[in-house]
C-alpha cells in the first residue's frame, strides 16, 4: 500500500538552531513530493515541492528539502530555527500514474516546536 | 487562503441529522477536494471533483456524499451524521491536479462536532 510516514510526533529545537522534520515514503515509481504547513486554526499553506531534478529544493520562510530517492526519503530543514515556525508540519506524496484525480497522500504530521 | 471560503466556520450537530458544508472559491480553478483532519491521521481524502458535475470518491468516502453544479462550489453532504464523523473539514483546489506538478491550496477549514 502507498503510504507516507512521518517518525517523529514532534520535535523541539532552540531557536537559532537547526531543524529536521522528516518524512519517508512507499509509493511505487518517483512520486512528486510536498511540504505543507499549517498554524492554528488556519488551513494548510504550500511550503515547497520536489518534483524533479536537484534534489535540494528551497522553499518559502528559508526552508528547504532535501530527496534522497535511496532512502525514500524527503526531509524538511532550516538551517535556523525561529520561534514563529512552532507549527504542524505535513509531507504528501503525489504518485506518478495517479493521473485525473489529484489524489495526494499525506502523512500524520510533524509538530514543530521551537523555544526562545 | 487563495479566494477559498468555507461554510460554516464551525457547527455542533446531533447524530442523525443531515449536514451540508459548502466551499466557495474565487480562483476558477477545476479541481477541489474535500479531506478531513483527525489526530493521528493528517488529512485523508474524502471525495474530490475534476469538473462540473464529475466526482470521484477519496479513501474515506462512505457516509458522504458530494455535489458541484458550478465551477466555484463544493459541497460536502453528510446524509445521517454520526459521532465518527466528528472531525475538521478542508477544502482545497488545485488548477491541476498535482501529477501536473501543481500543489493544492486549502480553504480555512470547518470544525464540525457531531453530538
Known amino acids: 500500500a502507498q503510504s507516507v510516514a512521518q517518525p517523529e510526533d514532534q520535535v523541539n529545537v532552540a531557536e537559532g538552531n537547526p531543524l529536521t522534520v522528516k518524512c519517508t515514503y512507499s509509493v511505487s515509481g518517483n512520486p512528486y513530493l ?22 535540494l529544493v528551497k522553499g518559502s520562510y528559508g526552508f528547504e528539502a532535501e530527496f534522497n530517492k535511496s532512502q525514500t526519503s524527503f ?30 497522500i499525506f502523512g500524520q504530521g510533524t509538530t514543530l516546536q521551537v523555544k526562545p | ?9 464551525h457547527k455542533v450537530t446531533e447524530t442523525g441529522t443531515p449536514v451540508t458544508l459548502r466551499c466557495h472559491q474565487t480562483e476558477n480553478h477545476r479541481y477541489m477536494y474535500w479531506y478531513r483532519q483527525d489526530p493521528g ?56 491536479p498535482p501529477t501536473y506538478y ?14
Do not use: M
Open chain 2, 41 to 96: 491521521h493528517g488529512l485523508r481524502l474524502i471525495h474530490y471533483s475534476y469538473g462540473v458535475k464529475d466526482t470521484d470518491k477519496g479513501e474515506v468516502s462512505d457516509g458522504y456524499s458530494v455535489s458541484r453544479s458550478k465551477t466555484e462550489d463544493f459541497l460536502l453532504t453528510l446524509e445521517s451524521a454520526t459521532s465518527s464523523q466528528t472531525s475538521v473539514y478542508f477544502c482545497a483546489i488545485s488548477q491541476n
Open chain 1, 34 to 55: 510536498f511540504w505543507y504547513v499549517q498554524y492554528p486554526n488556519r488551513g494548510l499553506q504550500f511550503l515547497l515541492k520536489y518534483i524533479t531534478g536537484d534534489n
Open chain 1, 75 to 104: 526531509h524538511l530543514k532550516k538551517p535556523s530555527a525561529l520561534v514563529s515556525d512552532s507549527a504542524l508540519y505535513f509531507c504528501a506524496v503525489s504518485p506518478l500514474g495517479s493521473s485525473n484525480t489529484g489524489k495526494l
Open chain 2, 1 to 9: 487562503d487563495a479566494g477559498i471560503t468555507q461554510s460554516p466556520r
Open chain 2, 102 to 115: 501543481n500543489e493544492q491550496f486549502f480553504g480555512p477549514g470547518t470544525r464540525l462536532t457531531v453530538l
